[in-house]
Every structure is written in structure tokens, then in C-alpha cells.
């Protein structure tokens, strides 16, 4: 098995966002993992972390900045 380390490259507190974000880093080939901190309970607390390959941050850093411009 792979010793990959994660990064969190992304923090929303919607689950969307973080949803269209994977989806470009998936487009361009990068595999992300999506955590859900948000309280099950009272949605208004918590958020989401996304997380890629630690390989992969300069890229992943670079799309989201695209994606925000």
C-alpha cells in the first residue's frame, strides 16, 4: 500500500463548493478526499476540508485559484 501523505488544500462550510472543487481537480486528474465536519444536527456548524495528494498541492493550489478569478 501507498505512504501518501494528505494536505488540505480547501475549507468550505458547503458541502457544494467542495463538490464542484473535486470535480475540477478530478478533471484534471487529481484525486481529492472531502471530509465533513458539519454537524449532522445543526447544519450551521462545522464545515467541509478537502484534502489532495501532497504531491499534487502546487497544482491543486493553482486550480482552485483559477476557479476564484
Known sequence: MENTNWVKVYVSFMNHEIEIIKGLLEANEIISVAINKIDSSYTTFGEVELFVKES??????????????
Not at 499534487?56 to 478569478?69: S, T, W, Y
Open 56 to 69: 499534487d498541492i502546487l497544482k491543486a493550489i493553482h486550480i482552485i485559484k483559477e476557479r476564484k478569478n
